[in-house]
């Protein structure tokens, strides 16, 4: 997933009267094997241990008690109906499970969530190393912030939906992004019109897919040719050609998008979930909130009690060393290359330009979700952000770090003030892991039950589960119950509903009963058994020992 520099042009750069060919990968100029040092595979590591030390832990243990209506259309449909998703304008919502789910097949696990744990870390490290590419793109020459920018992109935490494999898409959709950007701009800094059309044609099929899986990059994608404009200066001929092949995808998707809500009435998933309130004070007021959420690193919500803390800050200590281990090989580069070059790393312009350009992305990643009715959820809201607010917590101490007068000591002051968002964003997400794995074995524990109890089933069947804890509800809604029950015996149609230990029916409960007999209500997702007798049904009781 990882995209190759190569496709960037050779470009000399003159510091203080000395020449320095350079390359994506590394500088030549100093004698010494430091110096011929590749970056790209030196932030790809460092990028690669920061998430193996948040999701290691949890890799092989944690699941999907929600969201698994990804995997029955996996398990039902065909090997390529299975990337398409039902909804007209995310079709693409499904690539990743779906992937996910034929790795298992490929491996001999299928059914096991073990292979969307590793897609969903291959995803979380394509975001910080794409983030770090486009980095040294936009401000040609950097080499520690872009690394900086990368790692707390990796590391931020502020979405309480981090590590919940459940929100493959909301990665899935940031690589697009990022692939898009990083495409439209190779395409702009392309001297020959055959490549810089190719590469245009990658950038439009990117954001094709980003856009068809979810709406909220909209509004970054329409900024993107003017942040290459503002970053990189390109002849406003080649910008403006660019540009008008790269608009035409958003365009369409506005059009589509305004022709489906503006004939139906408010049936879709998404009118059902918009605000009620649109005052410019309550939205400017949900938007600050967002932003502050974002790159206020030491408020981010904890989730104490799944890990023990000795555990949680083990493994965010070793996420701080690898994130200064690497740190100091670009320290150590940057001073074996030249001892009298600048420094971009701390020019004043580009880091007020890294800053501005940060804040600006920062805040396009929440209009869309500004819509809902609820947006100070924290909760899938705050995932894209981490692009933006990283670029501004990288600028902010780069601007904190210049006025010391010597090189070395201003990377140390950024790597120190990193480490420091490193160590919180790592534990919060080592909170986060440590939770949803406790989520999933609660309920693999009430499916586990389920099958141990009723091996095998007739076709038509209603599983009725009863005595669920209220206070400690193992299913959390009843669409999750009936979905685990599709999985747990495929191609037989099945049903299942559950009633908490004091009666009353589990929340989203649609199958109701009548003078012994069954029957959907017409409500949310059809069940796959709509009507039954009583005699068809199974009743279980729930055991909190399993």
């Known amino acids: ?309 000795t555990d949680v800050h083990r493994l965010a200590a070793f996420a701080t060393m690898v994130f200064v281990v690497a740190a100091m090989t670009f320290i150590f580069y940057k001073k074996r290359r030249s001892e009298a070059a600048a420094d971009p790393d701390f020019d004043f312009a580009t880091d007020w330009k890294l800053l501005a350009a940060g804040s600006v992305l920062l805040i396009l990643s929440f209009p869309a979700y500004l819509a809902l009715s609820d947006p100070r959820t924290l909760w899938r809201t705050q995932l894209l952000s981490a692009i933006g607010a990283a670029m501004v917590l990288g600028a902010v101490f780069a601007l904190m770090a210049k006025p010391f007068p010597r090189r070395w000591v201003r990377d140390l002051v950024v790597m120190c003030m990193s480490a420091l968002v490193v160590f919180y964003g790592a534990s919060r997400a080592v909170e986060r892991g440590a939770f949803f794995r406790w989520n999933w074995h609660r309920h693999q524990v009430a499916i586990q039950e389920v099958i141990r109890d009723a091996p095998q089933i007739r076709p038509e069947t209603i599983i009725a589960l009863v005595g669920v804890p209220k206070e400690n509800d193992p299913l959390g809604h009843d669409m999750w119950f009936d979905m685990a029950l599709r999985l747990a015996y495929p191609k037989v149609p099945v049903a299942g509903v559950f009633y908490y230990s004091d009666g009353a029916p589990g929340l989203g409960n649609t199958l109701k009963l009548s003078a012994n007999h069954w029957h959907w209500d017409g409500t949310t997702m059809a069940p796959l058994v709509r009507e039954a007798s009583l005699e068809q049904t199974i009743v279980l009781e729930y055991r909190a020992d399993g």
Request: with cysteine; aromatic share 18%.
């Open 1 to 309: 997933m990882a995209v190759r520099e190569a496709v960037q042009t050779r470009e000399t750069t003159e510091v203080n009267s000395e020449f320095l060919q350079e390359t994506p990968g590394h500088i030549r100029g100093a004698g010494s094997s430091l110096a011929r040092l590749d970056l790209r595979m030196v932030a790809a590591v460092a990028y690669a241990l920061l998430v193996l030390a948040m999701w290691g832990t949890f890799s092989f243990s944690s699941g999907m008690p929600g969201e698994t209506g990804f995997a029955f259309q996996s398990q039902t449909q065909s090997v390529w109906q299975g990337f398409w998703y039902v909804d007209p304008l995310r079709p693409h919502t499904n690539t990743f499970y779906h992937v996910s789910y034929l790795l298992g097949e490929i491996l001999e696990v299928t059914g096991s969530f073990v292979p969307y744990q590793f897609v969903y870390a291959a995803l979380w490290w394509a975001k910080g190393f794409l983030l770090f590419l486009l980095m040294r793109r936009l401000f040609p020459g950097t080499v520690f912030i872009p690394y900086v920018v990368g790692a707390l992109a990796v590391v931020h935490a502020s979405d309480t939906a981090l590590q919940w494999v459940g929100q493959l898409n909301q990665l899935g959709f940031t690589l697009w992004l990022l692939l898009a950007i990083y495409f439209l701009i190779a395409s702009v800094e392309q001297s020959s019109k055959i490549r810089a059309a190719a590469y245009l044609v990658l950038a439009g099929f990117f954001q094709y897919m980003c856009l068809w899986s979810y709406e909220s990059p909209l509004f970054i994608i329409l900024f993107a040719p003017f942040l290459i404009g503002f970053l990189l200066r390109p002849t406003f001929k080649r910008l403006w050609v660019t540009s008008i092949g790269w608009y035409a995808i958003p365009i369409l998707y506005i059009f589509l998008s305004l022709k489906r809500y503006l004939h139906t009435t408010g049936t879709t998933y998404q009118e059902s979930v918009l605000r009620k309130t649109w005052s410019v004070h309550a939205l400017l007021s949900d938007l600050v909130f967002n932003v502050r959420a974002s790159v206020s690193f030491w408020s981010w919500k904890p989730q104490s009690g799944y890990l023990s803390e």
